[in-house]
């Protein structure tokens, strides 16, 4: 983050952080009322940080603005990624201005999804399909890994929701060929999550099937804490998180189509990612 050669002792480490929990402790309470999120993503990243035994977790907010940007939008500890931490989380957000997201991408075991129910009931839910197929991957024996994945991928890659639904049927007819029906049958739970992307513009498609955008960054705070002793202290963490994020906040690539975001923001029906015609068009169409 400083660039090679940085001069850097215990002291001068120490006096970094102090000044990275000043500015975060400013940033964490700015207003937002000014972003226009269109879609949100959402992770939690387990760190070595605090006295318990335990990892702390910390949870991570990122925007997909109106005009194509992607943005940090917030980073806190929470107890567990619980819906208890991300009701206050989104609770915050919406006291300094959030408006409710379109869509939010998130894994299924978040308590975000309760979290949601609660405060932006409205916003359309999407869970992440990387999640979804290496937990269905990790109940097959090794030996049929290679083989299932190919079919697994097939399924959210699909032109249309019913095509996405027949590769569905297709795995777990191997699955129960092989012996496996059960774990095809993992499939159906919350499959309404797992392809509500279909409700939107397919050129937004790669930005809403999975939370890789929020992961990748991770990769990079990850490398970094594990390298790390313990932290005493989870603000120190979490100080040292935010700063790293917003470090990589500059590499982001905006969201493909721009231009259909206006659309997005304002309501417009997309049937399997192509834009649905309703009376309203019609009628400027006249």
Request: aromatic fraction near 8%; charged fraction near 30%; charge should be positive.
């Amino acid at each position: 983050m400083l660039g090679d050669g940085a001069p850097l002792s215990a002291a001068s480490i120490a006096r970094l952080k102090a000044g990275w929990q000043a500015e975060y402790e400013l940033w964490r309470t700015r207003a937002v009322a000014d972003l226009e999120v269109v879609y949100l993503r959402v992770d939690g990243i387990y760190v070595k940080a605090g006295l318990e035994k335990d990892k702390a977790a910390m949870l991570v907010v990122l925007a997909g603005l109106r005009d194509g940007r992607k943005v940090i939008l917030a980073v806190e500890s929470g107890y567990r990624e619980s819906t208890e931490s991300w009701v206050a989380l989104l609770r915050d957000l919406k006291r300094r201005g959030l408006r409710a997201p379109k869509l939010v991408i998130g894994d299924g075991h978040l308590g975000i999804w309760g979290a949601l129910t609660a405060i932006f009931p409205e916003a359309a839910e999407q869970r992440c399909w990387n999640h979804r197929i290496m937990n269905v991957l990790d109940k097959l024996p090794r030996t049929r890994q290679a083989e299932a994945r190919s079919l697994l991928t097939k399924i959210p890659y699909a032109a249309t929701r019913e095509e996405a639904e027949r590769q569905k049927q297709v795995f777990q007819a191997w699955c129960a060929k092989r012996g496996l029906a059960e774990v095809g049958r993992r499939l159906d739970r919350d499959w309404e999550r797992m392809v509500t992307f279909y409700q939107f513009p397919q050129e937004h498609w790669k930005h809403l099937r999975t939370t890789n955008p929020v992961e990748s960054p991770f990769a990079a705070v990850r490398l970094r804490t594990a390298a790390a002793k313990r932290f005493k202290k989870v603000e120190n963490a979490t100080a040292v998180i935010w700063k790293t994020l917003l470090v990589a906040e500059h590499t982001f690539r905006r969201l493909d189509a721009p231009e259909l975001l206006p659309d997005v923001a304002y309501g417009v029906e997309y049937v399997n990612g192509v834009r649905a015609v309703n009376r309203r068009d019609e009628k400027a169409a006249a």
